[in-house]
């Protein structure tokens, strides 16, 4: 059985940084995709970010482009999101997750295996 674990997530004021991790089996992880994804109260899961096997190939969703990022070990089992200049629109509970492909996307028709979440609030 595959377990992730977020951690990083927390109440800040608009403007702060926060770096979210995401801890993972290197067996299972390290030759696979992996993303973050986000769901706010009331709302549909939305995709953020995602970053192929090697570190390569990484999607960033045009909401948070120029202020968040996303990198892992290469090939690894750990992945980051780093979040600058945080608004209110961005608090949501926050998901990592392994796909089942090499290759970074946007679809979570790909991933396999999702972790609890982290929660983010922003206020203003």
């Known amino acids: 059985q595959v377990q992730l674990q977020e951690s990083g997530g927390g109440l800040v004021q608009a403007g702060d940084s926060l770096r979210l991790s995401c801890a993972a089996s290197?067996?299972?992880?390290?030759?696979?995709?992996m993303g973050w994804f986000r769901q706010a109260d009331g709302k549909d899961r939305e995709f953020v970010a995602s970053?192929?096997?090697?570190?390569?190939?990484?999607r960033i969703a045009d909401s948070v482009k120029g202020r968040f990022s996303i990198s892992r070990d290469n090939p690894g089992s750990t992945v980051y999101l780093q979040m600058n200049n945080l608004k209110p629109e961005d608090t949501a509970r926050y998901y990592c997750?392994?796909?089942?492909?090499?290759?970074?996307?946007?679809?979570?028709?790909?991933?396999?295996?999702w972790g609890q979440g982290t929660q983010v609030t922003v206020s203003s």
């Open positions: 970053i192929g096997w090697k570190g390569g190939g990484a």
């Open positions: 290197r067996r299972t992880s390290s030759n696979n995709a």
């Open positions: 997750a392994v796909a089942r492909t090499p290759v970074a996307t946007e679809s979570t028709e790909f991933y396999r295996w």
